[in-house]
């Protein structure tokens, strides 16, 4: 995947989303930062072509979404999906109320993803 420069007003949106997270997003973050999920490195809030993903693990070519309810059977989330799929990523999305509820599998299940790039997410 080419390094592609960002604009400045995307990467200045980035950094605000960084500041503003969610609390299922600042949750999941705080396991995620510093390799600290099983030595996986992780970026959150990265400009990926047009959109800005809440975090990435590059080696993997694995976004992860932490969505609301807003989200639910969102075409332009599976506009997004596509798009970010034929750009090499594989999108692994949870729902706030899972990363809040059950951190734990919600991590297991981030590290099965990022350590077998055979898996393809469900939603």
Request: hydrophobic letters at 40%; charged letters at 35%.
């Amino acid at each position: 995947m080419p390094h592609q420069p960002v604009p400045p007003a995307k990467r200045s949106f980035a950094r605000s989303l960084r500041r503003d997270m969610t609390e299922a997003e600042d949750r999941l973050w705080h396991e995620l930062r510093d390799r600290r999920l099983d030595r996986i490195k992780f970026r959150r809030q990265v400009p990926v072509g047009k959109y800005i993903a809440d975090f990435v693990c590059l080696e993997a070519g694995l976004i992860i979404e932490i969505d609301g309810s807003q989200h639910a059977d969102s075409d332009s989330d599976r506009i997004r999906g596509v798009e970010l799929k034929a750009m090499g990523f594989r999108v692994l999305r949870f729902w706030n109320e899972d990363v809040l509820r059950d951190l734990n599998a919600v991590c297991d299940t981030i590290i099965a993803y990022a350590r077998d790039a055979s898996l393809q997410p469900w939603r």
